[in-house]
């Protein structure tokens, strides 16, 4: 199984993160991997509703349904899919600071099936989408650029 983590320190109240990172028709704004989203079940973000994504793959775009499993506002949303060849699931938290609010986002995805044995060299692959997620996040989160990695001094 793939995994990846990111937490973004953003300006926005809690409650204004949370709204953004909620509906999930917003991922099409800072995902680069995903090219459509479209609310299939339910009216506006909640428990239960569910999201119809045409997410990039090698081979062509994925047809992935993603059912809300969890939703606590302003704190906590969760989604899940699962298709016959992956299962994907996504937590977002957000949590207030002083400043602002702190948004982490985790995703686990597993190859399914036929694909399951390539499963272990998926995680590498996975951490350059989840970055490039991850920075389009922080722009629609209205945070600061992430800090560039810098070669160690010698």
């Known amino acids: 199984m793939a995994h990846y983590a990111t937490t973004i320190v953003s300006p926005l109240t809690q409650a204004e993160a949370f709204a953004?990172?909620?509906?999930?028709?917003?991922?099409?704004?800072?995902?680069?991997?995903?090219?459509?989203?479209?609310?299939?079940?339910?009216?506006?973000?909640?428990?239960?509703?569910?999201?119809?994504?045409?997410?990039?793959g090698i081979g062509g775009d994925i047809d992935m349904r993603y059912v809300v499993t969890a939703y606590e506002e302003p704190d906590v949303i969760e989604l899940e899919s699962t298709t016959k060849l992956l299962s994907a699931s996504d937590k977002i938290t957000v949590e207030a600071t002083e400043t602002g609010c702190q948004v982490t986002y985790?995703?686990?995805?597993?190859?399914?099936?036929?694909?399951?044995?390539?499963?272990?060299?998926?995680?590498?692959?996975?951490?350059?989408?989840?970055d490039k997620a991850a920075a389009g996040m922080r722009v629609f989160l209205e945070a600061e650029p992430a800090p560039e990695s810098k070669p160690p001094a010698r």
Not at 40 to 50: A, I, S, W
Not at 109 to 123: I, T
């Open 20 to 56: 953004r990172m909620a509906d999930v028709r917003n991922f099409v704004e800072w995902d680069p991997g995903i090219k459509t989203v479209e609310q299939v079940v339910g009216d506006g973000p909640g428990l239960g509703t569910e999201y119809e994504l045409a997410v990039k």
């Open 106 to 130: 985790s995703a686990d995805l597993e190859l399914r099936g036929p694909l399951d044995l390539a499963d272990s060299v998926l995680d590498k692959a996975f951490q350059k989408i989840g």
